[in-house]
Nanobody, 121 residues
Framework: VQLQASGGGLVHVGGSLMLSCIMS????????MGWFRQAPGKERMFVAT????????YYEDSVKDRFTISRDNAKNTVYLQMNDLRPEDTAVYYC???????????????WGQGTQVTVSS
């Protein structure tokens, strides 16, 4: 299984970005998908996850009501819509896949390469 994340970039405070993550070599509907982020000098942190059923989602508190995770199993793609971006959202964002339900990075089996999101004030 390989994951390819894209969609990062430079945006001003209050702006929006949509990240995409395409899975190859696997069937997306077999996996719970997560987004994590890592800021310079900090640990990789959970952002959002979506289960096999699109109705099951969970968010880290600081992104709740601003970020939306979604998936299109037909396209083997998971998305992270990010609105009202803040400087503290600046990080490398990673998508990940696992066959269980978890918010812990160590439970995820497959990782994308990361995409940089920079929010300028």
């Amino acid at each position: 299984v390989q994951l390819q994340a894209s969609g990062g970039g430079l945006v001003h405070v209050g702006g929006s970005l949509m990240l995409s993550c395409i899975m190859s070599g696997g069937i997306l509907s077999d996996y719970t998908m997560g987004w994590f982020r890592q800021a310079p000098g900090k640990e990789r942190m959970f952002v959002a996850t979506i289960g096999w059923s699109v109705d099951r989602t969970y968010y880290e508190d600081s992104v709740k009501d601003r970020f939306t995770i979604s998936r299109d199993n037909a396209k083997n793609t998971v998305y992270l819509q990010m609105n009202d971006l803040r400087p503290e959202d600046t990080a490398v964002y990673y998508c990940a896949a696992n066959k269980g339900w978890s918010t812990y990075a160590e439970h995820y089996d497959y990782w994308g390469q990361g995409t940089q999101v920079t929010v300028s004030s």
